[in-house]
């Protein structure tokens, strides 16, 4: 095998070099991941501004620290090239790592993710699919601290029976998390049918999940969505009903290791039924937050609903449990006592009902406090946002 020549970034480039800035971004690539010279040759025309290095054949223990983005190869059918992989992704410092993964399958491809890189592409990698890959890596700014790695996390909001207000308080998690200014946060719209995020956040032309279902990871989030005058993005539902077999389990893993790339807390507002596609959501999230009301239905809901998480294999991650809207009538006819021992365990968070305030917020497209300060709606919302989201912030800060 012919080792493809080092000197290319000298060759090759020298045409440019006068034109490229002394601090140049600087690209390594791993013999034979993306092809030949050839390969290289066309990404440098592309990119005259970047400097392209090859680094031999296999991927080294200790990576030159000045590189901005690392591309190596990894076969998904040698499970020693896998596990080495995400050993390495794991310790890795610097360079962001896009893994060109030949036989790739969804479970290698979501264990690469979650142990840190950047992107994964399966083979063969055409030059278009490469060219937006480097050019979204490129143009984004890796958080302070981060060595450029990039692996956020995944919030599934789930919905005891229709109506219990979890879209409502997902929109103000993501309105409160977002105004700290402590790390990018998004809210995804997945109820296909009747989500209507974009309304709460007024942002009725936001970007949509049906816009983002041909480009799936490739779509660059960061810029693409709708940004809330919190900081808060939004990814919208649709704007017409689609049925629910539009989206599906790998449109899924492409749309949530985008959104894990590109922010540091993704909210991800559930449609009340179960599906293929949304069973595989609670399988990506790193934490569940189950809403209800108080009522003598909706505990046998939460009940089905608990148990089915536990056929899932899902009970071990970690779950908030919300009572939503409780009332002083609501805690008369049924003490919330009672109904913790129904459940046999307790609710996380309380929120009281304060319809008014809630609906005039949510109306307005603002956080709860620019419509009345000090609510105990506010502070419980508030518990809730930190127990929920602060974790995820503080983790991709310390990045």
């Known amino acids: 095998m012919v080792d493809l020549p080092r000197a290319f970034r000298v060759l090759g480039l020298k045409a440019a070099s006068s034109e490229r800035p002394q601090e140049a971004r600087?690209?390594?690539?791993?013999?034979?991941?993306?092809?030949?010279?050839?390969?290289?040759?066309?990404?440098?025309?592309?990119?005259?501004?970047?400097?392209?290095?090859?680094?031999?054949?296999?991927?080294?223990?200790?990576?030159?620290?000045?590189?901005?983005?690392?591309?190596?190869?990894?076969?998904?059918?040698?499970?020693?090239?896998?596990?080495?992989?995400?050993?390495?992704?794991?310790?890795?410092?610097?360079?962001?790592?896009?893994?060109?993964?030949?036989?790739?399958?969804?479970?290698?491809?979501?264990?690469?993710?979650?142990?840190?890189?950047?992107?994964?592409?399966?083979?063969?990698?055409?030059?278009?699919?490469?060219?937006?890959?480097?050019?979204?890596?490129?143009?984004?700014?890796?958080?302070?601290?981060?060595?450029?790695?990039?692996?956020?996390?995944?919030?599934?909001l789930l919905k005891a029976g229709g109506g219990v207000g979890a879209t409502a308080l997902g929109v103000q998690m993501a309105i409160m998390l977002a105004g700290k200014g402590k790390g990018e946060v998004c809210f995804a719209d997945l109820d296909l049918q009747f989500g209507a995020a974009g309304v709460h956040f007024d942002l009725n032309d936001a970007v949509t999940v049906s816009d983002c279902l041909g480009t799936g990871a490739e779509t660059p989030f960061a810029t693409a969505l709708a940004r809330h005058r919190?900081?808060?993005?939004?990814?919208?539902?649709?704007?017409?009903?689609?049925?629910?077999?539009?989206?599906?389990?790998?449109?899924?893993?492409?749309?949530?290791?985008?959104?894990?790339?590109?922010?540091?807390?993704?909210?991800?507002?559930?449609?009340?039924?179960?599906?293929?596609?949304?069973?595989?959501?609670?399988?990506?999230?790193?934490?569940?937050?189950?809403?209800?009301?108080?009522?003598?239905?909706?505990?046998?809901?939460?009940?089905?609903?608990?148990?089915?998480?536990?056929?899932?294999?899902?009970?071990?991650?970690?779950?908030?449990?919300?009572?939503?809207?409780?009332?002083?009538?609501q805690l008369a006819s049924v003490p919330l006592k009672v109904a913790e021992k129904g459940l046999g365990r307790a609710f996380d968070v309380v929120i009281p009902e304060d319809r008014k305030t809630m609906i005039a917020a949510l109306n307005e497209g603002v956080e709860l406090s620019a419509i009345r300060r000090g609510t105990p709606l506010e502070k419980a919302i508030t518990e809730l946002a930190g127990k929920v989201g602060a974790p995820a912030l503080a983790a991709g800060s310390a990045r």
């Open 26 to 156: 600087r690209v390594g690539v791993i013999q034979d991941a993306i092809g030949g010279t050839e390969r290289l040759e066309s990404l440098g025309a592309l990119f005259p501004q970047v400097l392209f290095e090859t680094l031999g054949r296999t991927w080294p223990e200790r990576p030159d620290g000045g590189l901005d983005i690392l591309i190596v190869g990894v076969d998904a059918a040698d499970p020693k090239d896998v596990e080495a992989a995400i050993r390495r992704l794991g310790a890795a410092q610097g360079a962001r790592t896009v893994i060109v993964l030949r036989g790739a399958d969804v479970a290698t491809t979501r264990a690469l993710m979650r142990a840190g890189a950047a992107d994964v592409l399966p083979t063969p990698v055409s030059e278009p699919a490469l060219a937006l890959c480097l050019e979204r890596l490129l143009e984004a700014e890796p958080a302070a601290g981060s060595g450029g790695r990039r692996s956020g996390q995944v919030v599934a």
């Open 230 to 329: 919190s900081g808060a993005r939004l990814l919208a539902a649709p704007r017409e009903i689609l049925p629910l077999e539009a989206l599906n389990p790998d449109m899924v893993d492409g749309l949530l290791s985008g959104l894990r790339r590109d922010f540091a807390l993704t909210l991800v507002d559930l449609p009340a039924v179960w599906t293929a596609w949304s069973n595989q959501v609670l399988q990506q999230a790193d934490h569940i937050v189950l809403v209800t009301h108080l009522s003598v239905a909706h505990i046998h809901l939460v009940k089905r609903q608990l148990r089915f998480i536990a056929s899932q294999r899902l009970e071990e991650r970690p779950l908030t449990l919300v009572c939503n809207a409780a009332s002083p009538e």
